[in-house]
């Protein structure tokens, strides 16, 4: 069932927009695809990596 979790939706939407920011950790400029609101840390792609929460299977 494709439609039960969203997956196959959204395709024809275009680009996402994307916003600068520098990130929390190591002070590098990337981008995100969300608003940042100021109250909690932005990190790049390699630091996220770090700081992700730890997922229990």
Same mark, same amino acid.
């Given at each position: 069932?494709? *439609? +039960? $979790? !969203?997956? *196959?939706? !959204?395709?024809? $939407? *275009?680009? $996402?927009?994307?916003? +600068? =920011? /520098?990130? &929390? +950790?190591?002070?590098?400029?990337?981008? =995100?695809p969300? /608003?940042? &609101? !100021?109250?909690?840390?932005? @990190?790049?792609?390699?630091? @996220?990596q /770090?700081?992700?929460? /730890? $997922? +229990? @299977?």
């Amino acid at each position: 069932m494709v *439609g +039960d $979790r !969203g997956f *196959g939706r !959204g395709f024809n $939407r *275009g680009p $996402r927009e994307m916003f +600068d =920011v /520098k990130c &929390s +950790d190591c002070g590098i400029d990337t981008q =995100v695809p969300f /608003k940042p &609101s !100021g109250d909690r840390p932005v @990190y790049c792609k390699e630091c @996220y990596q /770090k700081h992700r929460p /730890k $997922r +229990d @299977y």
